[in-house]
């Protein structure tokens, strides 16, 4: 079983910088694959990256390809998402993940096992 916390949202400026984290609880993080999703009203939830059980591989949705970086302490059981050059279009409620059996990176959000319960991210032009 995993718990996620997720924290860092709040208010920006366009064109400024937000850090979200995402803190784990349990055993089994290092053994997760991470993912980082966001939702507005009315839209399905959306992925934004995604990153490997260790520091390597990352995946990244077009949009944020560039801007956003996602990372991960295993020692801290956090994952992290740098978001720069912040976007209005980037407004919304974003979501920690867990995918605690797959091996491959994937940007399908019913691949993952475990959510965090969200964290508003709001960008203002």
């Known amino acids: 079983q995993v718990q996620l916390v997720e924290s860092g949202g709040g208010l920006v400026q366009a064109g400024g910088s937000l850090r979200l984290s995402c803190t784990a609880s349990?055993?089994?993080?290092?053994?997760?694959?991470m993912g980082w999703f966001r939702q507005t009203p009315g839209k399905e939830r959306e992925f934004v990256a995604a990153i490997s059980r260790n520091t390597g591989p990352t995946l990244y949705a077009d949009s944020v390809r560039g801007r956003f970086t996602i990372s991960r302490d295993n020692a801290k059981n956090t994952v992290y998402l740098q978001m720069n050059s912040l976007k209005a279009e980037d407004t919304a409620v974003y979501y920690c993940?867990?995918?605690?059996?797959?091996?491959?990176?994937?940007?399908?959000?019913?691949?993952?096992?475990?959510w965090g319960q969200g964290t508003q991210v709001t960008v203002s032009s």
């Open positions: 993940a867990a995918d605690g059996g797959g091996s491959v990176l994937t940007r399908y959000a019913s691949a993952y096992d475990y």
């Open positions: 349990g055993r089994t993080f290092n053994r997760a694959l």
